[in-house]
């Protein structure tokens, strides 16, 4: 029997199987799913086994080395769905398995140096000193080279070798029960000497409690040590065995478990259309629509207990970003044990411990970010994907895939309905639900009857005729009065890309760029230094201006910090949070502040993107944002798109209970129909608007995109591919593509490197595929050059830097 071995080498000679006989030891064990560890080359690595074959000609086969896994970590499903991604994306099959794996399940290689000659060169024999092997690290830390090694590995003297090293931890407790020995406990106590009084409490325990209890527990309440468990361990009178358990990031953390209220009728009418949806091959794709505070999570949640109730599974994705601990305690609150989550701020072995809840279907439900709609569940009943307009569901690095293609895949596999909610839908998803492919649910209305919270609009240019400075205007300055008075909350939104640091020279204007990227530095206050948010150089801040060498270089724009500062001068009796990358970076402190805030221990909440989404605060009547237009004047089609719903989430945080709510949006262009329709909540018409423009300009979703970036150290080469590309595209696609470029892309230099691009704009191109993958097998050899050629294809790109 030979087993079918995806092997860890990303290259395009090595995407497919290979051939491994598999040890009589494992031929019990072994199933489709499982990691191995193969020989391949000289290397020992990690594989995942995809199929098995009869196959008489062995001879030159080779065995696998060791099957890791005990439970295969692919399903059947996920295996079918890594080859389907892989050539979505073009990625290699491996690149996709792995994709869909916790981190740690994910091989780590140890590099090991060792000795094959019995008498080493001098030099080498003081460095091995009589031993076979040296770790990389000894080795590094010697004063040998990569050539020295080179040479004596040429020689004949060394030989490199890998290993693997799963990174997979479990974490272990040991647990105490009685001894096998059937005698009763009491006789037991009887034959220890009376003085002994520890160990005897120590089996008086399990008198009123015979079951297993976790050592450290057992210690702590009898309050005693090793020193007199030991003893009774030795004796068999108490047993002890190691048992694994799964790390609970929420240990400690009590919820407030909620039962579900009763649904308003437009609610009810969505649910019972998704709970309602036969088992279907092509599955039934809903696109709630209900603007902000309507009650869509609730129709989620009903919706997943119905489906758990019929004995099904359910995926629920969230944003990142609006994975907050209020979301968590929602889910937690009605699902309690049967719902595990998954979201970047849980330490690696956490993320592992539970995906293992649901490898081993220890629950039911999982929340989570983007690659959780890879959780192997076996018997999916729903998907649902919140917020479905965020481009964060689409992975931008290694294989670029979208949560939403890979949902309705996994859909159609499972015959499930797929719900994608929003309160501003993207225009794709839209547009799918007017041609009928997808259902649309709506829910027009706020809970409470509570109307949609009125939104001023302060154009910021009067502001400045009339002599303000400040980056708060009036209007908002004394609404803000207002609430401190009321004892009511406000939240001050701005957005982080307009507000980043740079610093110029006041005389001569020079601004510090990264001389590796075409970007200006950040200031970076606390350590008085410059970064490059691309490429991590950095540099003190310079104390005179390199150009013109004035001493008034001074750092422009506003961080977070600064705006928290004038905001304490402007209102000194304000009690402020502040929300940013840097007071949520510690464990815990994202969930601390907003706690603080919920008790209503602040006044004013101040924050960027992390605050736009998903808070429930029934407190909160005003929403100020700061500076509307920084997301418009991103070189991007969807600028409009996004501040359109950017605008719409923020101020969907005002008066979501009880107390009306109020925003105040500042703009420099006040007029601009995204601005102007956000402040109106009218999605319809925005939607008209903004479609008319797409169409004009054949944008999605009138036409699919394709982006290729080309980059290389050089300019003249990277534009000279470039060329080449498009005119290879422009020969083969067919005539109703449009193939534009070579044109230098936005960021026209990232890490010293040059980066042009060239976009197809189609409609359709079933071959499209083929002719992308001839012309990465064509710039395959030059692209493994180190510091070489990078081609980056992207399949309908969200990012168009
Ligand atoms: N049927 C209901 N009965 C009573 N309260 C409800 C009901 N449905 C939702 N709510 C409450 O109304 C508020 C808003 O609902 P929810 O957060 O689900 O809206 P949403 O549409 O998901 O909001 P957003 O998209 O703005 O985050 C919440 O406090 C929620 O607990
Ligand atoms: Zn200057
Ligand atoms: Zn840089």
Not at 215 to 229: I, M
Not at 665 to 682: E, F, G, K, M, N
Request: proline share 5%; hydrophobic share 35%; charged share 25%.
């Amino acid at each position: 029997m030979i087993a079918k071995v995806i092997v860890d080498v990303p290259t395009n000679q090595t995407n497919r199987p290979f051939d491994y006989l598999i040890p009589e030891e494992f031929t019990h064990v072994i199933d489709i799913g499982m990691r191995v560890i193969v020989p391949f080359g000289p290397r020992k690595i990690l594989g995942y086994v995809v199929g098995f074959e009869e196959r008489t000609d062995v001879e030159k086969v080779k065995s696998l080395e060791e099957v890791l896994d005990v439970t295969p970590v692919l399903t059947p499903e996920l295996l079918r769905l890594g080859k389907w991604l892989a050539s979505r994306t073009l990625s290699f099959y491996i690149s996709c398995l792995q994709v869909m794996l916790p981190q740690v399940l994910k091989a780590k290689y140890k590099k090991e140096i060792w000795r094959i000659e019995e008498h080493l060169p001098e030099e080498l024999e003081n460095l091995f000193q009589g031993s076979d092997v040296l770790t990389s690290e000894e080795w590094e830390a010697s004063s040998f080279k990569y050539h020295h090694l080179k040479k004596w590995v040429d020689d004949g003297y060394l030989d490199v070798r890998y290993e693997v090293k799963s990174k997979e931890t479990k974490r272990k407790i040991t647990v105490i029960e009685p001894g096998a020995d059937p005698v009763r406990l009491e006789e037991l106590i009887a034959e220890i000497p009376a003085q002994a009084k520890k160990q005897r409490a120590l089996i008086d325990f399990f008198v009123d409690y015979p079951d297993p209890i976790p050592k450290k527990d057992l210690l702590n309440f009898v309050k005693t040590t090793d020193a007199s468990l030991n003893p009774l361990l030795k004796k068999g009178y108490l047993q002890s065995y190691s048992q694994e358990i799964l790390r609970d990031p929420y240990e400690g953390h009590t919820f407030t478990s909620t039962s579900p209220p009763p649904l308003t009728r437009y609610q009810q009418q969505a649910m019972d259309e998704i709970v309602g949806s036969v088992k279907n091959e092509k599955p039934d794709v809903y696109l709630l629509h209900g603007v902000t505070g309507s009650g869509k999570t609730e129709v989620y949640m009903q919706s997943i207990q119905e489906v758990l109730a019929r004995g099904e599974e359910a995926i629920m994705l969230v944003p990142e970003i609006a994975l907050t601990p209020q979301m968590v305690e929602r889910f937690k609150g009605r699902f309690g044990s049967k719902v595990a989550v998954l979201h970047s701020a849980l330490s690696a072995g956490e993320k592992y411990d539970e995906w293992r809840k649901i490898q081993r279907r220890d629950v039911q439900v999982v929340v989570g970010a983007r690659s959780a709609i890879f959780a192997p569940f076996r018997n999916l009943g729903l998907i649902i994907i919140d917020e479905e307009h965020e481009t964060s569901y689409k992975q931008e690095d290694r294989t670029r895939y979208h949560a939403r293609d890979v949902a309705l895949k996994r859909a159609s596999e499972h015959g499930c309905p797929v719900v994608l909610g929003s309160a501003t839908p993207s225009l794709e998803s839209f547009a799918r639900a007017q041609k009928g492919n997808y259902r649309l649910l709506e829910l027009p209305e706020r809970m409470n009857e509570q109307a949609m919270p009125t939104v001023e609009l302060v154009d910021m240019r009067d502001e400045l005729h009339e002599g303000n400075r400040s980056m708060f205007s009036q209007s908002l300055k004394a609404k803000l009065e207002e609430r401190l008075q009321k004892g009511e909350q406000s939240v001050l939104f701005l957005n982080r890309r307009g507000y980043s640091t740079f610093v110029m020279c006041r005389d001569c204007g020079h601004v510090v760029e990264c001389p590796y990227c075409d970007i200006s530095m950040t200031y970076h206050r606390n350590q008085e230094r410059l970064k490059c948010h691309y490429c991590s150089f950095e540099k003190p801040m310079p104390s005179k201006c390199p150009e013109c060498e004035s001493k008034t270089i001074r750092y422009f724009g506003t961080g977070t910090q600064k705006v928290e500062e004038h905001l304490q001068q402007l209102i000194p009796e304000a009690r402020i949070i502040r929300m940013d990358v840097d007071t949520t970076r510690r464990k815990g402190a994202h969930e601390k502040l907003l706690t603080k805030f919920g008790n209503n221990e602040a006044d004013i909440l101040l924050g960027t993107q992390m605050i736009a989404k998903g808070l429930d605060f029934g407190n909160v009547t005003l929403v100020g944002v700061l500076a509307a237009d920084s997301l418009l004047n991103l070189p991007d089609f969807r600028a409009s798109e996004k501040t359109f719903q950017l605008l719409t989430q923020v101020s969907g945080r005002a008066g979501r209970h009880e107390k009306e709510g109020e925003v105040v949006v500042q703009t420099y262009t006040p007029d601009h129909y995204s601005i102007q329709l956000a402040s109106t909540y009218d999605f319809n018409r925005f939607y008209e608007e903004e479609m008319k423009y797409r169409k004009m300009f054949h944008y999605p979703p009138f036409y699919y995109l394709t982006l290729l970036t080309v980059s290389h150290p050089n300019t003249f080469q990277a534009q000279e591919v470039t060329r080449k590309i498009a005119q290879y595209l422009k020969q083969n696609l067919s005539e109703t593509a449009e193939v534009l470029g070579p044109t230098p892309s936005p960021l026209e230099r990232i890490n010293n490197r040059y980066r042009y691009q060239t976009m197809v704009k189609y409609k359709s191109e079933p071959d499209q595929q083929k002719y992308v993958q001839r012309i990465m097998n064509y710039y395959e050899s030059e692209m493994k050059e180190q510091n070489g050629l990078q081609i980056i294809v992207d399949f309908q790109p969200y990012q168009l830097m």
